[in-house]
Structures are given as structure tokens and as C-alpha cells.
T-cell receptor, first 114, second 112 residues
């Protein structure tokens, strides 16, 4: 089945710097890759997603890139702010699955220091 | 509109007992999924229901089961609880299988 690896597990940056989180997946048939942000004590919330027919997607300070050949995708956050501090999860929908069948990476704890 | 609602929010059970968790999806959403979140394993997919049918199942033992009712509300049951079942159980709902999944606040289960 699908397996998603996520790196790094922790990331500390200065406010204003950029942050990059990388994920690899094993199932070449996976076709949907969302990113969720989970603040302490709160529910995961979708921040951006990308489908396999697109190489890059951007939403203000957040962007996601997908390399289907290498089976990896990355989250880029520019001009980080203290409120970006949270745990970020990447996920993939395996072949035959749906948005309700997400296989998650183990998360990256991002700390943005003021 | 109201979000995904999970009850109860917190639960303490003893080893060997069984537990039932409830999830009310966003109105109109027909897909409900369940995930287990632990510090060591992260978020792990348990199962997904759509129109009262289990559509996908994760790699969990048969002690974990679920069901979905005609109004799309879902329950999951864990029998013969083990200490390792202590976790945050999250429910997510989506309108259709190709739309965004919205998570509930979760039920924090502690097995003692």
C-alpha cells in the first residue's frame, strides 16, 4: 500500500525566513496530495493541495511543488510569521482511494521564532 | 454551517472494555472517515464510509469497527481495549469522494 515519508520532523526558522518541508510517496498511482496544518490542541485544517496533473500551485505565502517522476512533493512557506508555528502533515490518496482515504506523513513541527 | 462534531471529547476507559465514538458530519456530506492520531505514529487511516458502506479500510485489527447511518452520522467501536489504543480519534467528512475533507475536534481516548 501507499507509504508517505516526511522530512524534517522538526524545523525551526527565524521570522521572515522561508521554510521547506519535503515528502515522498511510494504509490506511483497516487493522484492527490494535500497539506494539513494542525495547531496545538486543534483539528487539522487543509492549507493547500495539488493534483497529479499539476506541477506547482501557489496561494499567497504558501506553495506546493510536485515531481511525479521522483514521487516527491514539497511545501514552501515564505516570509514566515509566528502564527505559522504548527505541525504540518503531508498526505497522499492511494490508487482507488478518495479524499476520505488519506495516507499521512508523520508530520513536521515548525517553530517560527520572532 | 456547523462543522464536524465528535462526541464525547474526552473518554477514560479500562483495559478490556469497549468504547463507541460518534461523529456527525457537516450537513450534506456523505463521506465520513476515521483516523487515529498518536505521537509516535502520527495520523493513521482507520476506515471510510460513504452512503452507509465501508469504502476503504486501513491496517488495523478487527477490534476496530465502524458504521454509518442513513443520515450520514458515523460511529466507530473499539472492543477489548488495550493501553496502546490511547489516542486522539479524528473524524473527517467530505461532500463527495473528490472534495476536501474537514476534520472534527477529535475524541481523546485514554485507556488505563
Amino acid at each position: 500500500g501507499e507509504n508517505v515519508e516526511q522530512h524534517p520532523s522538526t524545523l525551526s526558522v527565524q521570522e521572515g525566513d522561508s521554510a521547506v518541508i519535503k515528502c515522498t510517496y511510494s504509490d506511483s498511482a497516487s493522484n492527490y496530495f494535500p497539506w494539513y496544518k494542525q495547531e496545538l490542541g486543534k483539528r487539522p485544517q487543509l492549507i493547500i493541495d495539488i493534483r497529479s496533473n499539476v506541477g506547482e500551485k501557489k496561494d499567497q505565502r504558501i506553495a506546493v511543488t510536485l515531481n511525479k517522476t521522483a514521487k516527491h512533493f514539497s511545501l514552501h512557506i515564505t516570509e514566515t510569521q509566528p502564527e505559522d508555528s504548527a505541525v504540518y502533515f503531508c498526505a497522499a490518496v492511494p490508487y482507488g482511494g478518495s479524499q476520505g482515504n488519506l495516507i499521512f506523513g508523520k508530520g513536521t513541527k515548525l517553530s517560527v521564532k520572532p | 454551517k456547523a462543522g464536524v462534531t465528535q462526541t464525547p471529547r474526552y473518554l477514560i476507559k479500562t483495559r478490556g472494555q469497549q468504547v463507541t465514538l460518534s461523529c456527525s458530519p457537516i450537513s450534506g456530506h456523505r463521506s465520513v472517515s476515521w483516523y487515529q492520531q498518536t505521537p509516535g505514529q502520527g495520523l493513521q487511516f482507520l476506515f471510510e464510509y460513504f452512503s452507509e458502506t465501508q469504502r476503504n479500510k486501513g491496517n488495523f485489527p478487527g477490534r476496530f469497527s465502524g458504521r454509518q447511518f442513513s443520515n450520514s452520522r458515523s460511529e466507530m467501536n473499539v472492543s477489548t481495549l488495550e493501553l496502546g489504543d490511547s489516542a486522539l480519534y479524528l473524524c473527517a467528512s467530505s461532500l463527495e469522494h473528490r472534495t476536501e475533507a474537514f476534520f472534527g475536534q477529535g475524541t481523546r481516548l485514554t485507556v488505563v
